[in-house]
């Protein structure tokens, strides 16, 4: 009987508490009408283990421009419509509720990728650390122009390969550089994909880590090969 | 723009600390021309400018690890060049002579077709005809384009007294060069 | 006051402080001509082309001078942007990146950033002219992680960043996208 109570007393607490916040972060800088949306949307995302920055942040961001509220309103439940196919989206991708990515994904819709595109990435299996840097950046290479197919491709191959977050970052700056070379956003993520994918089979290319070239002998004899 | 996609002068200088020596061209290339103009203008000759602006450079480098907000290399550098070219002036007095008058006309770019080379000449030899501090602050403002504030922040003294200097400065000119406008 | 001097109003208009339509007509004509003396100064330019490999040439000559220093233990190597950590705060587990915003805007007569760092505060971070040809600049620290943010020009123009990616902002303008 205590665990049946427990259980809804502990999502009002955390409805208070995201009420509570919410209130907090909005004060003075949005209309009324607008907090309260924020905190209905924010409160039914929090019961669903949604992140409720996102809502928070367009709120701020849409009064600061001098947006009316009505439209206002509008892109608070645009967010809140996105969080909800970025959730599914990952979930269908066998990740589970991690606001982070949640909110990562958000923006990667916001930026024209789609709820497949989501679950696309999050069946490479990667963690949600790196999948999470994995959408931003993808979400930053559709807004660079790269089509949902190449930016996908591109990014999953990094994420497989199993590339630090500092790789993945320098992705849409690798991407800029190859179109300010003359490539098209498409083909300049699928260049850089076909490369990430040598590198995968056949180890770095020549030239990287040339710094430190392997010496001729090696120091200490290889170590026998582990018993099956 | 990113914003990104450019390394600041703090990733460059903290690079070079950090033994990538080649990327102190980087900083060269950046500020080389901006303080080109300001040591002309100060010394009243190009050459002994473009000996000043290397020499600063050089002594930068040196005392590099000694930059406490590598993120404000260039306020920090362009104290080192400021205290050579005030030397400079000091040393050799007569620079602000004729012949150095034309040699800064000869490289000053001219698209306005109604200027001549006669007017240049008049107003490099007007601006030597400044004080140092006054032509300090006509060519930080000027030909920098740095505000009032950013040069008051920059030589650590107020607006007022530099307005006042540059007042000083307006009514110089306008006297020296009244026969050439 | 004797004839060579600016009459005050024309030197605020030197100054910038005022403008031309300002000045009360009797004093357009000088002020006219002021502006024709600091046109003319702005207009000159000096390059040195030269100095560049002329420093680093001496450079090279003092190479070996440095050599202690280069070998000491180095800051954290640095790549298009540097990743380092402030020494005591924040604490080592959240970097930092340093961020250069330029903006090309001539006609500006202020400029601004705003964005999910300064909670879209338009007066929170002013850029500055750097120099006369329209060019205004910020250098942030920000958190690693994502930013959206745009310029604003004159307090009222919201203006995306035209070298950076960019998302619908949801209000049917751009916002500028930094992924550090």
Same mark, same amino acid.
Not at chain 1, 129 to 151: C, F, H, N, S, Y
Not at chain 3, 75 to 88: D, I, K, M, S
């Given at each position: 009987?205590?665990?049946l %109570?427990?259980?809804?007393?502990?999502v %009002?607490?955390?409805?208070q508490?995201?009420?509570?916040?919410?209130?907090?972060r909005?004060?003075g800088r949005?209309p009324?009408?607008?907090?309260s949306?924020v905190?209905?949307?924010?409160t039914?995302a929090?019961?669903?283990?949604?992140p409720?920055?996102?809502?928070i942040?367009k709120?701020?961001?849409?009064?600061?421009?001098?947006?009316?509220?009505? &439209?206002?309103?509008?892109a608070?439940?645009?967010v809140a419509?996105?969080l909800?196919?970025?959730?599914?989206?990952? &979930?269908?991708?066998?990740?589970?509720?991690?606001? %982070?990515?949640?909110?990562?994904g958000?923006?990667a819709?916001?930026?024209?990728?789609?709820?497949s595109?989501?679950?696309?990435?999050?069946?490479?299996?990667?963690n949600?650390?790196?999948?999470t840097?994995?959408l931003?950046?993808?979400?930053? %290479?559709a807004?660079?122009?790269?089509p949902p197919?190449?930016?996908i491709?591109l990014?999953?191959v990094?994420?497989?390969?199993?590339?630090?977050?500092?790789?993945?970052?320098?992705?849409?700056?690798?991407?800029?550089?190859?179109m300010?070379?003359?490539a098209?956003a498409?083909?300049a993520?699928?260049?850089?994909?076909?490369?990430?994918?040598?590198?995968?089979?056949?180890?770095?290319?020549?030239?990287r880590?040339?710094?430190?070239?392997?010496?001729?002998?090696?120091?200490?004899?290889?170590?026998?090969?582990?018993?099956? | 723009?990113?914003?990104?996609?450019?390394?600041? +002068?703090?990733d460059?200088v903290?690079?070079?600390?950090?033994?990538?020596?080649?990327?102190y061209?980087?900083?060269?290339?950046r500020?080389? +021309?901006?303080?080109?103009?300001y040591?002309?203008r100060m010394?009243?000759s190009v050459d002994?400018?473009e000996?000043a602006?290397? +020499?600063?450079?050089?002594?930068?480098?040196?005392q @590099?690890a /000694?930059?406490?907000?590598?993120?404000k *290399?260039v306020?920090w *550098? *362009?104290?080192?060049l400021?205290?050579?070219? *005030?030397?400079?002036?000091r040393?050799?007095?007569?620079?602000?002579?004729?012949?150095?008058?034309?040699g800064?006309a000869?490289?000053d770019?001219?698209?306005?077709?109604?200027?001549t080379?006669? /007017?240049r000449?008049? #107003? /490099?030899?007007?601006l030597?005809?400044?004080t140092? +501090?006054?032509?300090?602050?006509?060519?930080?403002?000027?030909?920098?384009?740095?505000?009032?504030s950013e040069?008051?922040?920059?030589?650590s003294t107020?607006?007022p007294? #530099?307005k006042?200097?540059m007042?000083?400065?307006y009514d110089?000119?306008?006297? /020296? @060069?009244?026969?050439h406008? | 006051?004797?004839?060579?001097?600016?009459?005050?109003?024309?030197?605020?208009?030197?100054?910038g402080?005022?403008?031309?339509a300002?000045?009360?007509?009797?004093?357009?004509a000088?002020?006219?001509?002021?502006?024709?003396l600091?046109?003319?100064?702005?207009?000159?330019?000096v390059?040195?082309?030269a100095?560049t490999w002329r420093?680093?040439?001496a450079?090279e000559?003092?190479?070996?001078?440095?050599l202690?220093?280069?070998l000491?233990?180095?800051?954290?190597?640095?790549?298009v942007?540097?990743?380092w950590?402030?020494?005591?705060?924040?604490?080592?587990?959240?970097?930092?990146?340093?961020?250069?915003?330029?903006l090309?805007?001539?006609?500006?007569?202020?400029?601004?950033?705003a964005?999910?760092?300064?909670?879209?505060d338009?007066?929170?971070?002013?850029?500055?002219?750097?120099?006369?040809?329209?060019?205004?600049?910020?250098?942030l620290?920000?958190?690693?992680?994502?930013?959206?943010y745009?310029?604003?020009v004159?307090?009222?123009?919201?203006?995306?960043?035209p070298g950076?990616?960019?998302?619908?902002?949801g209000?049917?303008?751009?916002?500028?996208?930094l992924?550090?």
């Amino acid at each position: 009987m205590i665990a049946l %109570l427990a259980i809804p007393l502990t999502v %009002l607490s955390m409805q208070q508490a995201a009420d509570s916040a919410i209130a907090q972060r909005l004060a003075g800088r949005v209309p009324p009408q607008i907090a309260s949306l924020v905190e209905d949307l924010g409160t039914a995302a929090a019961a669903h283990g949604l992140p409720i920055d996102p809502l928070i942040q367009k709120a701020i961001e849409g009064s600061a421009k001098g947006v009316p509220p009505d &439209r206002v309103a509008t892109a608070l439940r645009v967010v809140a419509m996105h969080l909800d196919t970025a959730a599914t989206a990952l &979930r269908d991708g066998g990740l589970p509720s991690d606001t %982070l990515a949640i909110a990562a994904g958000e923006f990667a819709i916001s930026a024209g990728l789609s709820g497949s595109d989501i679950t696309a990435l999050a069946r490479t299996g990667a963690n949600a650390a790196a999948l999470t840097v994995g959408l931003r950046v993808a979400g930053t %290479l559709a807004a660079l122009g790269v089509p949902p197919a190449e930016d996908i491709g591109l990014v999953s191959v990094e994420l497989r390969a199993g590339e630090p977050a500092s790789t993945l970052l320098l992705l849409p700056a690798n991407v800029q550089a190859e179109m300010a070379k003359g490539a098209t956003a498409a083909q300049a993520a699928a260049g850089l994909a076909r490369a990430a994918a040598a590198q995968a089979r056949h180890g770095p290319p020549p030239g990287r880590g040339q710094g430190h070239p392997p010496p001729p002998h090696p120091p200490h004899p290889p170590a026998p090969a582990p018993h099956p | 723009m990113r914003s990104g996609s450019q390394a600041t +002068d703090g990733d460059i200088v903290r690079a070079v600390l950090a033994g990538d020596r080649e990327r102190y061209a980087q900083l060269v290339e950046r500020y080389r +021309d901006r303080y080109a103009r300001y040591a002309t203008r100060m010394l009243g000759s190009v050459d002994a400018a473009e000996d000043a602006v290397q +020499d600063a450079f050089v002594r930068a480098y040196d005392q @590099l690890a /000694q930059c406490k907000e590598p993120d404000k *290399f260039v306020g920090w *550098f *362009f104290l080192i060049l400021r205290n050579r070219c *005030f030397a400079e002036r000091r040393r050799n007095r007569t620079s602000a002579s004729l012949e150095a008058a034309n040699g800064v006309a000869a490289v000053d770019r001219s698209d306005g077709g109604a200027e001549t080379a006669e /007017q240049r000449r008049a #107003l /490099q030899l007007a601006l030597l005809g400044l004080t140092p +501090d006054q032509r300090e602050v006509f060519v930080l403002k000027h030909v920098e384009g740095l505000s009032y504030s950013e040069i008051a922040e920059r030589l650590s003294t107020s607006v007022p007294s #530099l307005k006042m200097r540059m007042h000083r400065a307006y009514d110089k000119l306008r006297e /020296q @060069l009244r026969d050439h406008t | 006051m004797s004839g060579h001097e600016f009459h005050p109003l024309v030197k605020q208009l030197l100054d910038g402080d005022i403008t031309l339509a300002d000045l009360p007509a009797e004093l357009r004509a000088e002020g006219e001509e002021a502006l024709r003396l600091l046109a003319r100064v702005a207009r000159t330019d000096v390059t040195m082309p030269a100095v560049t490999w002329r420093v680093m040439a001496a450079l090279e000559r003092r190479r070996r001078r440095f050599l202690p220093w280069l070998l000491a233990p180095a800051l954290a190597a640095a790549a298009v942007l540097v990743l380092w950590l402030r020494p005591g705060s924040p604490p080592p587990s959240a970097p930092v990146v340093t961020v250069r915003f330029v903006l090309v805007a001539p006609e500006a007569r202020q400029v601004s950033l705003a964005g999910t760092f300064n909670q879209w505060d338009s007066h929170a971070t002013p850029l500055v002219r750097t120099g006369p040809t329209g060019v205004w600049t910020a250098t942030l620290t920000l958190p690693a992680g994502q930013h959206q943010y745009a310029f604003v020009v004159d307090g009222v123009r919201w203006v995306p960043d035209p070298g950076a990616p960019a998302v619908d902002d949801g209000f049917g303008r751009r916002n500028s996208v930094l992924t550090l």
